[in-house]
């Protein structure tokens, strides 16, 4: 018979507290024959984390971290209509991703902050030939600062089931085009195109001789 010797256990307890509040007016100008709209949106978010670990690789440990974030974030997007059934709009936004630590993690006990996100999109959106023809069109572009990415953690005792986090320094890009169409040929037969563009651009990850942590 072969002896089953099981895993030494860790154990990570996260509690977290979200709070989030939105609010959205959209204002239309007596200007351009009430062809334009501008709408302001905003976010408040708010996030707490408490994270323990009282027992690593079968044995007790005293491992505590907070990861806090709170913040408002915009988005605002002004719209025209071309026509009654054509508009093009631009809109900015941002946002985040809260931070926290590696429930896989080991040894250290690290945590990784949020990252933040900046969008721009502009685009066009059209129904016609008596509503049997539908277009959307957008292109967009994305920063992120403090990329969250996942990584295999080095250190004497790791095995490939240890992973951390962190935050990349640098900006991460990415740009990008979208279109969809449909034509209502006859009835009972519609004809779909869509298509998707995606390119970006992200930072270089190096690490750390030695370290046991990577160098971001």
């Not at 007790?60 to 971290?65: I, S």
């Not at 129904?127 to 990329?147: I, Q």
Request: with cysteine; hydrophobic share 35%; charged share 20%.
């Amino acid at each position: 018979a072969t002896n089953f010797t099981p895993a030494a256990s860790t154990l990570t307890n996260v509690s977290t507290d979200s709070y989030g509040l939105y609010a959205q007016g959209t204002w239309n100008p007596d200007i351009l024959a009430d062809k334009l709209k501008i709408t302001l949106g905003l976010r408040y978010g708010k996030d707490d984390k408490d994270i323990t670990r009282p027992m690593e690789a079968g044995r007790p440990a005293n491992m505590m971290t907070t990861a806090k974030s709170e913040r408002v974030d915009p988005a605002l997007t002004i719209a025209y209509s071309l026509l009654d059934d054509t508009s093009v709009y631009v809109r900015y936004s941002t946002a985040y991703r809260g931070g926290g630590v590696s429930v896989r993690e080991i040894n250290t006990f690290s945590p990784y902050q949020e990252e933040e996100i900046t969008a721009t999109e502009v685009g066009l959106k059209s129904v016609f030939w008596d509503r049997r023809a539908r277009v959307n069109a957008a292109a967009f572009y994305t920063e992120t600062d403090g990329l969250i990415i996942p990584l295999q953690q080095e250190c004497p005792t790791c095995t490939t089931a240890n992973t951390t986090a962190a935050n990349v320094s640098g900006t991460a890009r990415m740009h990008g085009f979208e279109f969809d169409g449909s034509v209502l040929v006859m009835e009972g037969f519609t004809v779909s195109l869509a298509y998707t563009y995606l390119d970006n651009s992200l930072p270089t990850v190096l690490y750390g001789v030695g370290a046991g942590q990577p160098k971001v």
